[in-house]
């Protein structure tokens, strides 16, 4: 499976952005789909993760309320909406894909990975 993460930029303070994983190469609702972010000298985090229909999902505690996944398993597509963004919020994010069922937050259980889009919050 290939994941291509697109839709970051430069944005301001409390401004929206819609980050978009476009999936090929494989049967996508086979997969539980994740983002992570990682910020300047940080450690890559676990954001939010949905499972293959989109039924379930799960969300860390430090984006509850502002950050949503979903999925179009029409258009082999998984989205990250985000809302109110902080500076903090700067870091390049990661889409990811976990041939299961199950809804992970932990990196090691993906077993593809985007090539990240950077996302730069001015204040």
């Known amino acids: 499976v290939q994941l291509q993460a697109s839709g970051g930029g430069l944005v301001q303070s409390g401004d929206s952005l819609r980050l978009s994983c476009a999936a090929s190469?494989?049967?996508?609702?086979?997969?539980?789909m994740g983002w992570f972010r990682q910020a300047p000298g940080k450690e890559r985090e676990f954001v939010a993760a949905?499972?293959?229909?989109?039924?379930?999902?799960y969300y860390a505690d430090s984006v509850k309320g502002r950050f949503t996944i979903s999925r179009d398993n029409a258009k082999n597509t998984v989205y990250l909406q985000i809302d109110s963004l902080k500076p903090e919020d700067t870091a390049v994010y990661y889409c990811?894909?976990?041939?299961?069922?199950?809804?992970?937050?932990?990196?090691?259980?993906?077993?593809?990975w985007g090539q990240g889009t950077q996302v730069t919050v001015s204040s």
């Open positions: 949905i499972n293959w229909s989109g039924g379930r999902t």
């Open positions: 990811a894909a976990a041939m299961s069922l199950l809804i992970y937050t932990k990196s090691s259980y993906y077993d593809y």
């Open positions: 190469g494989g049967t996508f609702s086979n997969y539980g």
